[in-house]
Every structure is written in C-alpha cells, then in structure tokens.
C-alpha cells in the first residue's frame, strides 16, 4: 500500500520525523523557515496530510486552494487560532490538536513568568550582565512577595488548574476563576478555588492574574484599557495564551502609567513583531513563546500528532478531532 504524502511544515525533534517516516511518504521543511501563504497552498494542493503549527495562518483564503489534496490538518500545538475551523469543515478538512501533553510545561511558564515578573528577575539579570551591579543593598530591586497572594485565573481549563495547582499547594495561593464554561465542580473543589461571576470581579480581586482562554474572535483584546484599570495598582498580569486577547497597546499604556505593577508575557500581538515598546519597559518580562518548549512535551506532541494521522488514515476517528 502506498503511504500517505505528509509535509511538516516546520522542524520537529528528530525522533518524531524518524517515527512520522515509518508511515507517511513525508516532506520536511528542512531550513525550518516559517512558510508564506503561497508554500501553504500549494502544500494543500499536493499533501495528503499537512501538519502544521502557530506559525501557519490557514485562513479561509489559504483553506480555498484547488483541486484541494489535504484531507487533515494535524496541528502540532493544542491552540488552533491560526486555523479557520469552518473554512477547513466548509472543504471537508479534519483538523486535530495536541492537548494534555503540553499543559504543565505551559503552566510552568506562567508561573515563572509569575514569579520573574514579581521579583523582577529580569531587570536583575540586566544589571549583572551590563556590569553595573555594585553589590546588595537593603533597597535593591524590591519586588512583590508571592507567597499567599491571590491568583487570578480567566479560563479555568487544563493549563490554568495546572497553574492553579502549583500556586495553590507551592505557593499558598488562594485561587480565584473566571470562565463561561466551568469544569465539572470535582476539578474545582481539590483547589479550593473560588468561581466569580464575572472576568471583572476577577481582575478586582486578584494580586496576579493568568490568562488561560483560547485566542479567538471572541477573546480578541478580552483585556483591554478598561478592563486593566480595574486590576490592583499593584497587580500583575501574565500572558500564555495568545498575544491577542490583550490589547498590547493598553498594556504597554499600563505599565508605563503604574497602573499595574508588572506584567510576564510569552505570547504578543502579531509575533515575532512585538510593539517595540516592551522593549523600553522595565516592569515586564519577555520570553519568546516558550511554553511547552521543552524537549518531553515537544517530542509528545509530535507523538501525539503521528497518533491523530496514523488513526485518521485507518479509518478511525482521531482521538482529538477538533472538526
Ligand atoms: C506551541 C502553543 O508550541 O500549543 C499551543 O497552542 O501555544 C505552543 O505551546 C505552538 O502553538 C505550536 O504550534
């Protein structure tokens, strides 16, 4: 039986390409170069199979290609923002995500960004490596103690109770959530955590606040001007969601006002291009979309990946089928 014609759109760890060849004819991106609209669409046009990531916009103008080869996207990441869901149902397009394998590691990275951000680690490091530490003082980069202060969490899903697990019993947090959509209250009670009735009560109440929601139309700038000037003055806000759902140019406004105290982001709007304005500001730390960036998760999730396409080219129903 011929293989299935599989092209990954960007470079993954080595023993996923190995495993992927055992049972798809595939095509590697071999300079890992982000690719354009028009390698896209002619991907869709000559693959069975297209497995691509954050770093691919499959809009409805890419999803229009004819003829039209590509049966699945098999997305290496859980979040699928980049891909117009009812333009790839519209063309008979399954679509499937990596979800649970990459939770902890991203909700690590919140709670680094968390910690960083509060005592402010990075402006720390800057000063070591531009050589301007002369030594410790009782007043030096004062920060905000994290230990017993409340967090905040705007979607209460898998990364967010991973987070929410390691403030509440790490780091004594009490726990507050908002989301339209709450999980079953068994997931709720071992945290303790308390439900608000609304994002507004959260961002009131909170000393930290998390964002775990999906990026989506409906989400795009959720945290806007209004919504920032409702958090503490002391507060801090972390992104690991999508750069979108807050509005980058009111959070830049924040931080360079006080409004809030700090903020820890690893996902900005438009990236890589992020407003050079971060760049200027002290009171934020910056990682570059890190947050299942490391090798156990990357590797699970091109496992998980290898796992949605083998099933769905038997004839099975991928276990995690989006549409
Ligand atoms: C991925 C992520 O690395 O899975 C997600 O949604 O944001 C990241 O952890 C990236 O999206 C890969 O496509």
């Not at 590691?105 to 800057?126: K, P, Q, V």
């Not at 979309?289 to 396409?309: F, K």
């Amino acid at each position: 039986m011929t293989k299935p014609k599989a092209l990954v759109t960007r470079r993954w760890p080595e023993p996923c390409e190995a495993k992927l060849q055992e049972s798809f004819e595939v095509t590697f991106n071999r300079d890992d170069h982000p690719m354009t609209s028009a390698e896209l669409r002619e991907a869709l046009r000559d693959y069975d199979a297209v497995l691509p990531t954050v770093t691919d916009t499959l809009d409805a103008g890419v999803l229009s290609v004819e003829p039209l080869r590509c049966k699945i996207l098999g997305n290496f990441g859980v979040g699928y923002n980049h891909i117009d869901l009812a333009a790839a149902k519209a063309r008979g397009i399954t679509v499937t995500n990596t979800p649970e394998v990459l939770t902890d590691c991203t909700a690590d990275i919140a709670m680094l960004l968390l910690l960083m951000a509060a005592r402010r680690a990075s402006e720390g490091e800057r000063l070591i490596r531009s050589g301007g530490w002369t030594g410790w003082s009782p007043t030096q980069l004062l920060g905000t103690k994290v230990t017993g202060k409340t967090l905040g969490l705007i979607g209460f899903g898998r990364i967010a109770r991973a987070m929410a697990t390691k403030a509440h019993f790490g780091f004594g947090m009490p726990i507050l959530f908002y989301d339209p959509h709450p999980p079953a209250q068994a997931l709720i009670d071992p945290l303790s955590a308390r439900p608000c009735a609304s994002l507004e009560e959260v961002l009131k109440e909170a000393d930290f606040v998390a964002l775990h929601c999906p990026g989506s139309r409906e989400n795009h700038h959720l945290i806007d001007g209004p919504r920032l000037a409702l958090m503490k003055p002391g507060a801090i806000l972390i992104n690991t969601a999508r750069g979108d759902v807050v509005d980058n140019r009111a959070l830049i406004e924040a931080l360079r006002n006080r409004t809030i105290a700090a903020a820890g982001l690893d996902v900005y709007e438009g990236e890589p291009n992020l407003d050079p304005a971060f760049l200027t500001l002290d009171n934020v730390a910056l990682l570059p979309h890190l947050g299942s960036a490391t090798w156990e998760t990357r590797i699970a999730m091109g496992m998980r990946v290898i796992e949605n396409v083998t099933a769905f080219f038997d004839g099975l129903t991928p276990r995690d089928k989006v549409v």
